[in-house]
């Protein structure tokens, strides 16, 4: 069973700071890209930013210069440091998994993507 849980999220006045974490389980032998997704109310969910298990990364323009995404392997824990936050970030974030085959051993999950509840976070002028 895969089990997605984001958590982090929280309020802070307008330039402040918060470090969202996805933690995941369940799916050993996989290759994982892992994202961070944010969906503000009546809109559509936003891809924010990704990260593959060799530490490639992707940024969408919006983020890059104030967010930084990590992960660690070990704790199959993804992060997103979130700085000079503004009220356009204010959204709920959403941490997605896509799994596929690993190089040594077939994913029972691959082509599949998981996506955990979300964390909220708001940004108040």
């Known amino acids: 069973q895969v089990v997605v849980e984001e958590s982090g999220g929280g309020s802070v006045q307008a330039g402040g700071s918060l470090r969202l974490s996805c933690a995941a389980s369940g799916y050993s032998g996989c290759r994982s890209y892992m994202s961070w997704y944010s969906q503000a109310p009546k809109k559509e969910r936003e891809f924010v930013s990704g990260?593959?298990?060799?530490?490639?990364?992707v940024y969408a323009d919006s983020a890059k210069g104030r967010f930084t995404i990590s992960q660690d392997n070990a704790k199959r824990t993804m992060y997103l440091q979130m700085n000079s936050l503004t009220p356009e970030d204010t959204a709920m974030y959403y941490c997605?998994?896509?799994?596929?085959?690993?190089?040594?051993?077939?994913?029972?999950?691959?082509?599949?993507?998981?996506w955990g509840k979300g964390t909220e976070v708001t940004a108040s002028a």
């Open positions: 990260i593959r298990s060799d530490g490639s990364t």
């Open positions: 997605q998994i896509r799994l596929s085959n690993g190089p040594l051993r077939r994913c029972r999950y691959h082509g599949l993507d998981f």
